[in-house]
């Protein structure tokens, strides 16, 4: 990948593993409405989405959400409880992958300017990236309510790149899902899939990322 300046990286199953932290909220948050919980293992594959389609998933017990069957002020309850329990407590769990500390020094290093297009609500994101001390490395991140569209919608990455000053083609987008890849291509900017995050079982190349990788520091052989 040539003659780019800007990363822009998706937050949870990219860069941190954060279901430990959402799972003890997200069955707090079920058992204070006497709901059934779940496992980590199965809020592992409902992730990714932004935390009211997770809190959809868990009151329906299934991925596809039918809103038929949901109830709609439930769910809204459900995630006030949510938020409130897991703005609290966003990273007693969470933990940084594998080599993304040293990747990210080396990347600042290079010259790489570093950002943040997350579908989780903002207001987690300053605290977890301060908890993991790499709050220093990233000059701007948007959440999933910082904007009137998330991802897949290219609003997130048209944002960030008029604040930035940054043309598409001076960019690239590192992601874990469907909706990383997806709001890349839908901008016409280069982007590279991590293997090992909360893809809910989808095959990522299906969707044509530029890149795909297994670990995170793969990602300096195409960012010299």
């Known amino acids: 990948m040539k003659n780019k300046t800007l990363v822009i990286f998706d ?6 593993d954060s279901v430990p932290d959402i799972s003890v909220a997200l069955n707090h948050t079920l058992k204070e409405l006497k709901r059934k919980t779940y496992t980590e293992e199965q809020v592992r594959l409902w992730v990714g989405e932004g935390a ?3 809190i959809k998933r868990a009151l329906l017990g299934q991925k596809e959400i039918d809103n038929k069957l949901l109830d709609e002020a439930l769910a809204k309850k459900e995630f006030e409880i949510f938020l409130e329990f897991y703005l609290k407590n966003p990273c007693t769990f969470t933990k940084l992958y594998p080599s993304v500390l040293e990747t990210l020094k080396t990347l600042q290093r290079r010259g790489y300017r570093l950002a943040i297009a997350s579908n989780k609500p903002v ?3 300053e605290p977890i990236l301060q908890a993991l001390q790499i709050d220093e490395f990233f000059e ?3 959440g999933g ?3 009137a569209q998330k991802k897949p919608d290219p609003l997130p990455l048209v944002h960030l790149l008029k604040e930035l000053a940054v043309e598409v083609e001076a960019s690239v987008m590192v992601g874990d899902s469907r909706n990383d890849i997806l709001v890349a291509n839908a901008v016409n900017m280069e982007s590279v899939a991590v293997s090992y995050g909360y893809a809910q079982g989808e095959n990522l190349e299906e969707y044509q990322p530029s890149v795909m990788i297994d670990s995170f520091e793969e990602l300096l ?3 010299p």
């Open 145 to 147: 309510d910082s904007l």
């Open 52 to 54: 009211f389609v997770l």
């Open 11 to 16: 937050l949870d199953g990219t860069l941190i």
């Open 140 to 142: 701007y991140h948007l």
């Open 221 to 223: 052989l195409f960012l």
């Open 123 to 125: 207001a987690f994101i």
